[in-house]
């Protein structure tokens, strides 16, 4: 997949992003420079993990993982949606 198509992101996974806790620079990111994988239906996940060190939710974390599943458009890279693991 091509990473430096221009990446698309829905108002929907904006929303969603906030309640994971992720930034738009973090996705960014994971599909610039994350390791990427084969998904279902021809997607793509891209994971990076990010030094947090930070409460999440009542817990301390020192890493945040940021997984967004992207689908590949002809002219575009399309977030379909975001998760973040916590460890």
């Known amino acids: 997949m091509d990473r430096e198509l221009p990446i698309e992101i829905s108002p929907h996974d904006c929303e969603q992003m906030v309640d994971r806790g992720v930034s738009e620079e973090e996705v960014m990111a994971a599909i610039r420079r994350g390791e990427a994988e084969s998904a279902q239906k021809g997607r793509f996940t891209y994971r990076k993990n990010f030094q947090f060190g930070k409460v999440w939710r009542g817990r301390r974390y020192a ?6 599943i992207v689908a590949r458009e002809s002219d575009r890279l399309v977030v379909v949606t975001v998760y973040a693991f916590y460890f």
């Not at 890493?63 to 967004?68: E, L, N, S």
């Open 63 to 68: 890493i945040k993982q940021v997984a967004p």
